[in-house]
């Protein structure tokens, strides 16, 4: 019986695959494709899988596994999922190949800001961008005659409302999960309130009263939420608002459907979303925008690179995004931006920056991200905090190499 | 008989002992009893802060999935009679049917066939002829505890999972099988040479037990991912990537394993008498000869407790698997462990619960039937050294 | 038995732990001496990136790693010796902070802090364990015949599920509004966050490898009961010994060989401790050693990785084992020497 019933439901994927088998062209040449395992990389690899002979891979350690096994010759895969951060270490070892010609030849309808180029160079072709912004409860702030929060001290305001109201159990959620996430809202903050976090030889600078600024920010913000929130990431935090149990944060632009989806969510309709907040009166949101994007594997032959590149553009066209036009911010044409967007486009708009994705980013990230906590939970005060975090970059940039 | 009797216990102390276990058993088995009720849930219920809402699920009820009172006590008397039949029955069957000696293998078969049986008669019979009758039968076909298996099917349907559960009944059975075979040959040669390179050797076996894995991992994976350009001189364009390859890790976890592995073996040779094989010997046996025809026979209980640790290595890991196995191959727990760091939904999380208990279902079913041999096992000497 | 059937016998055991436990080990101690980087140059480059609505490009001057003819980044090992251990130890921070009794700041350095929690938690855990398994055996083997079997089985679960499993399960009881949270908080009547303090994680660290590592000792303990003599039992009962001399003076002293068994790999597993960091996300809080070398070891989003310094860290967590479990060894040794000759 149940084996019946399985090979049923694998003749129906097989059916239903022929059925949207809507590729332009029969894939001939295997190709292998390596990405995060996120919703918007399924519907492109399923996009891409329609053409045939296609393999998508979609792996949480793929961070791990992404730099080494384009290394390799021949490649292990000849497509690759990236964002700002992954793109940097294939860049480094020079795995990846320049897509110009290949882009002249199928990337007729890409757009030119799809095209991630390094020096002029096409290097990766992206399809979707995604940042934290705000998110709220409109019916709590309207309720208690709260405008929506330009500025971090704005939001304090409202947040401090809230909770004498105590319509919600916590006003605030934020993803301060100890690690990368951590080291994110660190890094958001900061750009909130400075441009660089190194001088010219590598060397931080973010021990100043600018990092004293963001850490002393992220503090407060702490004040108002549940009290284990260096365990919460996303998936908590969408948790949180799904279950009315906060009433504002700063959450990924992908993450902003979950909170109309009715079979988890308690708020449908509820949640709306604007421009991440400024640090600073009149300053630039703070927030960072991230990118993601496929690229294309140096060692293997042009005929596999012709035929992987085809492949992704099937992967990225326009009846992938209207059938998935809701689960991201899509840069592809077609994309039809929704209520749920206007967040993410704000954030832009008001000038938020790309983050800076480089070697020296990556050792600070980490670095940030297993440090902040230390001030958060008063265990170091913030000078103290700051001045172990970039020791501990130096000692890693000088294992790295980066600074002498 | 005196002795005995002053052996009973007095009651207190057999009321406080009970207590005791019965608490005991409490914790052991409440978190595994939780996770599986919430499997059954839909999201809102399975997350819920007040234990009543998970356990009778009022979401999923007015969602119209439910159980009545007539499927729980159908469902009752179903799972009473299946545990019998475990009980009473299936070791009769499986002693007739077994290979002649090789009952370990009747166990596993008939175990496998058993569990399948139940699997499909409580979730493909069943529903359907119950369903029929509480249509008929009105307010007492009411659904009273919500329930839904959806999840289940979203995991092994939707999301293959049954190809994971191969590729886990692959890498397990690889390293439980090579394991023994390299461990019981090991595990002998060490027990009957007292000489100090045997001694050194167990020492460096147990210092190579207390190794961080995370380690030795890490420094695979980039050996792995490059091999065919390593192997190439030598093995010409034959060279195998060995990253993503089952067999590849079963030589890793089989090593991983060797250490624990042939201690236990050898303890349990040395509680095999020496003179056995020496009979053998004058009999005009070679070593191998006499370890392959005398002490193997007598060494299954050993061989059973140790394969028994050796599966629940490999059915269990997670750091080899998760980094050395490319998609395809990949097995159930790394598998499990994808649903929670991806962009997770709460449904996923239900659905990662869901395949949870699917991948600890096999391991009950495992002690169930093993239970007995694993004490016997332990008893019979494996742990003396 | 000869040189040559040991060999035989022992060879292709021998030839696998060679092949993949030793060999790496060693490549992992001498990366701790060496240092191996890049060659880095700097470079001017445009970076264009997606915007709304056009995109957003910036000049900057990058560092990036030349790339030689053969396509791969050109490499520099360099000896440092002991500078990778000197980074992960930082003895001068640490001795200034010991200098003035200042436990606080010593553990504000990675390796103390990982250091401290892996050893409360080993040496915590222990008695624990066995205590917890010993007890468990004994009243298991007074009970009744009938109800043994289902306590052994329930028992048993524990040990046998998968760690990630067992330890996400018992996080599910406790983490926000968990159902045990919440049944804390009525009885006590207060709030009660479980994931905000680091004692309280660590306490649930305890319960998990507790909860899992007790049903062990309890199986081995059992078993090893099955066998203790009963005409010792019974005579020790008409010498007039209470149920707590017998146990004291005939039973432990059967079990102590496994008792020792237990404790050594309990000390084994739990020198070790990763799961539970990764299972509770203790990271902010509590870290333990294995944990630390993992970090490092897992790159970065930018590809980098501390080799070096996850090389050193790991012969310390090595030697912290072997130190831990001398005494345990010397014993074997004084076996094996009065065992064989």
């Known amino acids: 019986m149940i084996f019946k019933k399985l090979a049923l439901a694998g003749a129906m994927a097989l059916l239903s695959s022929a059925a949207y088998a809507d590729c332009a062209f029969e894939n001939t040449v295997p190709v292998k494709s390596i990405s995060a395992g996120f919703e918007a990389w399924k519907a492109v690899t399923d996009a891409m899988a329609e053409c045939g002979n296609v393999e998508a891979e979609l792996d949480q350690e793929f961070r791990k596994k992404q730099p080494a096994a384009f290394a390799a010759n021949p490649s292990l895969y000849q497509i690759g999922g990236v964002a700002n951060g992954t793109l940097v270490p294939l860049l480094n070892e020079g795995t990846i190949r320049p897509l110009d010609d290949l882009v002249a030849a199928h990337g007729q309808n890409l757009t030119p800001n799809q095209l991630i180029k390094i020096d002029g160079e096409v290097m990766a072709v992206a399809m979707m961008v995604n940042t934290q912004h705000l998110m709220y409860r409109d019916d709590i702030l309207s309720d208690l005659g709260i405008a929506v929060p330009t500025t971090y001290d704005e939001v304090l305001a409202a947040a401090a409302k809230i909770k004498e109201a105590g319509v919600v159990e916590y006003p605030l959620g934020g993803t301060f999960k100890t690690g990368w996430n951590l080291g994110e809202e660190f890094v958001n903050m900061y750009f909130g309130f400075a441009d660089s976090m190194f001088a010219d030889d590598s060397m931080p600078t973010i021990n100043n009263e600018n990092g004293v600024a963001a850490l002393e920010m992220l503090k407060k913000l702490t004040e108002y939420m549940d009290p284990e929130y260096l365990v919460s990431d996303s998936t908590y935090v969408q948790q949180q608002f799904q279950q009315g149990k906060i009433a504002i944060a700063n959450l990924w632009a992908s993450r902003a459907g979950a909170m109309n989806d009715e079979s988890e969510s308690q708020v449908v309709g509820k949640v709306k979303m604007a421009s991440a907040p400024a640090a600073k009166a009149g300053g630039r949101p703070a927030s960072t925008i991230w990118w993601d994007g496929v690229v294309i594997a140096k060692n293997i032959t042009d005929e596999e690179a012709e035929a992987a590149f085809k492949v992704a553009m099937e992967g990225l066209d326009e009846e992938m995004v209207t059938a998935n036009n809701d689960i991201a911010v899509w840069l592809i044409p077609g994309y039809v931006p929704g209520d749920l967007a206007k967040g993410a486009a704000d954030t832009a708009i008001n000038g938020a920056v790309s983050y800076p994705a480089s070697s020296q980013m990556g050792l600070m990230h980490t670095a940030l991200g297993n440090g902040v906590a230390d001030f958060l939970t008063g265990a170091k005060d913030a000078q103290t905090t700051l001045a172990d975090i970039e020791a501990e970059y130096i000692t890693a940039a000088k294992e790295a190499g980066l600074i002498q | 008989m005196s002795a005995a009797k002053t052996m009973r216990q007095p009651f207190g102390l057999q009321l406080s002992a009970n207590a005791f276990l019965a608490i005991w058993c409490l914790i052991a088995a409440f978190p595994l009893f939780w996770i599986m009720v919430m499997s059954f849930k839909v999201p809102v219920d399975a997350f819920a802060s007040n234990p009543l809402e998970v356990v009778f699920g009022p979401e999923t009820r007015a969602a119209g999935k439910g159980l009545s009172i007539l499927d729980i006590v159908v469902g009752i008397a179903a799972l009473f009679y299946i545990a019998r039949l475990a009980v009473n029955w299936l070791p009769g069957m499986v002693a007739r049917f077994s290979p002649g000696g090789q009952i370990w293998a009747g166990w596993i078969i008939g175990a496998l066939a058993f569990g399948i049986a139940v699997v499909v008669f409580l979730f493909g019979l069943l529903p359907p002829v119950l369903g029929a009758v509480n249509g008929v039968l009105g307010p007492l076909g009411q659904p009273i505890i919500g329930l839904t298996t959806e999840h289940y099917s979203a995991v092994w349907v939707e999301n293959a999972f049954y190809r994971n559960f191969l590729n886990s009944m692959l890498v397990t059975t690889g390293v439980v099988v090579i394991s023994l075979t390299v461990g019981t040959l090991a595990g002998y040669g060490l027990a009957r040479s007292g000489s100090d390179l045997a001694f050194w050797l167990l020492i460096i076996a147990l210092i190579f037990r207390a190794l961080p894995h995370s380690v030795l991992v890490a420094g695979y994976l980039p050996v792995f991912i490059n091999s065919a350009e390593f192997l190439r001189p030598i093995l010409g364009d034959a060279a195998p990537t060995l990253y993503g390859q089952p067999y590849a890790v079963i030589a890793v976890l089989v090593s991983i394993n060797q250490p624990f592995t042939i201690w236990m073996l050898r303890s349990f040779f040395q509680n095999i008498p020496t003179e056995l094989d020496e009979a053998a010997r004058v009999d005009g046996c070679t070593h191998f000869q006499a370890f392959r025809w005398v002490i193997m026979p007598v060494m299954w209980p050993g061989v059973i407790t140790t394969g028994l640790f050796s599966f629940l290595l490999a059915y269990n890991d997670l750091l080899v698997t998760s980094l050395l196995l490319d998609a395809q191959n990949q097995t159930m727990v790394p598998a499990i462990a994808g649903y929670f760091n991806r962009e997770t939904t709460t449904t996923d999380q239900v659905e990662a619960v869901a395949a949870a208990v699917s991948i600890i279902a096999p391991l009950f079913l495992l002690v169930m039937v093993f239970q007995r041999q694993i004490v016997s096992g332990l008893t019979a000497g494996a742990v003396k050294g | ?341």
């Open chain 3, 1 to 341: 038995m000869k040189f040559k059937t040991f060999a035989a016998f022992v060879g292709p055991s021998v030839f696998l732990m060679l092949l993949f436990i030793a060999a790496p080990l060693i490549s992992v101690f001498v990366q701790g001496f060496y240092l191996t980087q890049p060659i880095y140059e700097t470079v001017e480059v445009e970076t264009c990136t997606p915007g709304f609505p056009t995109q957003t490009c910036v000049t900057e001057t990058k560092t990036q790693p030349v790339i030689g003819e053969d396509g791969k980044i050109i490499t520099e090992t360099k000896y440092v010796g002991l500078e990778s251990y000197r980074n992960l130890l930082e003895p001068d921070r640490a001795l200034t902070a010991l200098g003035n009794w200042d436990w606080g700041s010593l553990l504000t350095i990675d390796f103390w802090k990982a250091l401290r929690f892996t050893l409360t938690f080993t040496l915590v855990t222990l008695p624990l364990v066995i205590g917890l398994g010993l007890a468990i055996a004994v009243v298991v083997n007074n009970t009744a015949r009938l109800i043994r079997g289902p306590v052994i089985f329930v028992s048993l679960l524990p040990f046998i599920i998968t760690p990630v499993i067992g330890a996400l399960s018992i996080r599910w009881l406790f983490i926000g509004d968990g159902i045990m949270t919440a049944f804390l908080e009525w009885w006590l009547q207060r709030d009660i966050a479980m994931f905000a303090q680091g004692w309280t994680i660590e306490l649930l660290m305890m319960f998990y490898r507790v909860w899992h590592v007790a049903p062990f000792a309890f199986v081995v303990f059992y078993a090893g009961l099955q066998t203790v003599n009963q005409d010792t039992l019974e005579s020790a009962v008409i010498d007039g010994a209470s149920r707590w001399e017998r146990l004291r003076y005939v039973v432990i002293p059967h079990l102590m060989p496994l008792i020792i068994f237990i404790a050594l790999i309990h000390l084994m597993d739990t020198y070790r401790a990763f799961e539970e960091i990764v299972g509770f996300s203790s990271q902010a809080y509590r870290i333990s050693l294995q944990w630390l070398t993992y970090d490092l070891l897992v790159p970065d989003d930018s590809g980098n990785r501390a080799i070096s310094r996850a090389s050193a860290s790991a012969m310390l967590t090595m030697i912290g084992i072997v130190i831990l479990l001398v005494p345990l060894l010397r014993r074997t040794w004084r076996d094996h020497r009065g065992g064989s000759h």
